[in-house]
């Protein structure tokens, strides 16, 4: 079975200090990792994937095949990234998404 | 260019009563995915259409719910008869054929208030 888990509920930072969401899978075949992003009173919108392996928005997240991890990281926090996180699990001939509970990064100026 | 529409944005029923939800994917987007938030838990899968054709309903709760996309536009979802444990928010998400498997886009959610 396909399980993500995202450990921590809420996670508050100051302006400028590092960020990392925390994000474990479970899946024994080859995954496809992706962070959502959901801004207070806007809809749930795709904020990067590991097979892009690019920086949105500052943010980066690397696919771990040993840990099963993929963390969100972003050196310096701002506070217009205050949102709710979703890491999500993708999985080869199943286009559904299996969503972690989310975290909530509130940055405080 | 639209984004995933969905109506209502909100539904407070009793419990026993029929509600249906609507989703008006993204033009063009031949995958149309229903998701439910309940308070409290994670977003999960419901089902997966590609054009009228259900392609995945295996995360439906229950034969209370009834998911249709007739014509392979506009989807709905029905619940009947509501129970309290369906309260939750309501997503529906689209994408394309092609390209990116994974590149979904949200609609806004319905909030379903069963009381």
């Known amino acids: 079975a396909q399980r993500v888990t995202q450990p921590e509920k809420l996670l508050s930072v100051f302006k400028g200090a590092p960020v990392e969401l925390k994000c474990n899978y479970s899946?024994?075949?080859?995954?496809?990792l992706f962070w959502y992003v959901q801004y207070s009173r806007q809809r749930l919108q795709l904020l990067l994937r590991h097979i892009s392996r690019e920086s949105i928005k500052g943010f980066t997240a690397d696919l771990n095949k040993g840990e099963t991890s993929f963390h969100l990281k972003k050196p310096f926090a701002q506070e217009e990234d205050s949102a709710m996180y979703y890491c999500?699990?993708?999985?080869?001939?199943?286009?559904?998404?299996?969503f972690g509970s989310g975290t909530r990064l509130q940055v405080q100026p | 260019e639209a984004g995933v529409t969905q109506f209502p944005s909100h539904s407070v029923i009793e419990k026993g009563q029929t509600v249906t939800l609507r989703c008006d994917p993204i033009s063009g987007h031949d995958n149309l995915y229903w998701y439910r938030r309940v308070m409290g838990k994670e977003i999960k899968f419901l089902l997966h259409?590609?054009?009228?054709?259900?392609?995945?309903e295996s995360g439906m709760p229950n034969n209370r719910f009834l998911a249709e996309r007739t014509g392979g536009t506009y989807s709905t979802l029905k619940v009947q008869p509501a129970e309290l444990e369906d309260s939750g928010v309501y997503f529906c998400?689209?994408?394309?054929?092609?390209?990116?498997?994974?590149?979904?886009?949200f609609g806004p959610g319905t909030r379903l208030t069963v009381t």
């Open positions: 998400a689209s994408s394309q054929a092609s390209g990116s498997s994974y590149e979904q886009y």
């Open positions: 999500a699990l993708g999985s080869m001939g199943r286009r559904a998404l299996t």
């Open positions: 259409f590609v054009k009228e054709s259900k392609q995945d």
């Open positions: 899946y024994s075949g080859s995954p496809e």
